[in-house]
């Protein structure tokens, strides 16, 4: 994790209009004095929080994780059988309703902007690693017998997966709408937990 | 697809700040001035050409389509087996070489860049749909028996997973080196394709 550059934690009103920013307007769009136009305060009070553009964008990336987390642990508790618990934590990144829509947006514009920054890529690893764990004890909960390499290949198929389709369906939702999302998860999760027993 | 604005194409040197400006520096560092710095040309000449600056990254992602497309025609031309085919198409897409890693990148920059700008949207659905049918008659060419419906989803889950790869590849690079991707595609179509049969 990246320390925060700053003493002082974003008010909810201000993680609130970074957040908005970068789903709404997109990343290129999400300068510090478009972000405190959405929070009505000024430059200053956003810098006094985050101090550059890439410790804010990092903000977003970082209240993308808590959000999909969350999510994610709710569905655990949630969900007794093991596969349909899977799929309900995969589903977490599918862009099946307007929040994840936001979601995935903030996941493209960042990604894009880590490209060429350390800092901000060192986020998105760590991020996207911790997500993979997960995704691997969940298949292993529904394939407890398989390999801890077929486990974990399973689980980097259906991360991979679970990404293209949120990408591909945020530039092109009349292709991939949320049933068809839906559909292609399950099929599969199907095949892979069939391989795997 | 949607029309140049401008009479004149542009040269190739002009083509290829463009590509690497966006491939190297990132989408948001990918202005007309450092274009022209590239180019080792005055702004006016890249203006010229593009006339605005979505119409230059409109351009990358042209090149971007007709390099894939190009790689595919040939993959198409030299396999004869209609698996190593499919396979060898959708190893386009992945980040397995230099050449291959500069493209992820274009399109994930792209991808972000399009998402807020209805004209570069235009232009990636455009592409992306074109693509889709190309490994639609590959998939059909494995499992002509398969129904309409199972050929189109096999194709798209396929689609996905190589995008995935490739966005969390182009981030995470040591998690997802050359030969994990092929593994992963490699499983991808045995399951698929045995599912089809």
Chains 1, 2 share one sequence.
Do not use: K
């Amino acid at each position: 994790m990246v320390q925060r550059p700053t003493a002082d934690e974003p008010t909810a009103d201000i993680s609130q209009a970074v957040w908005r920013t970068v789903a709404e307007d997109g990343i290129e769009a999400t300068t510090v004095r478009r972000v405190a136009e959405r929070a009505g305060c000024t430059t200053g009070r956003i810098m006094h929080h985050f101090r550059t553009r890439s410790a804010m964008l990092i903000h977003a990336r970082e209240l993308l994780y808590e959000r999909t987390a969350a999510r994610a642990d709710a569905a655990e508790r949630a969900i007794g059988d093991p596969q349909e618990r899977l799929i309900e934590v995969l589903s977490g990144s599918l862009t099946l309703d307007a929040e994840r829509g936001q979601e995935a947006r903030v996941w493209t514009g960042f990604a894009a902007a880590a490209l060429p920054d350390g800092d901000m890529r060192q986020t998105h690893i760590a991020s996207t690693r911790r997500w993979r764990a997960r995704i691997e004890s969940l298949v292993e909960a529904c394939a407890g017998q398989a390999s801890t390499t077929a486990t974990r290949h399973a689980a980097m198929r259906l991360i991979a997966l679970t990404e293209g389709l949120a990408g591909l369906s945020s530039l092109d939702p009349d292709s991939y709408p949320p049933e068809q999302q839906t559909t292609l998860l399950r099929e599969e999760v199907t095949l892979t937990l069939r391989a795997l027993a």
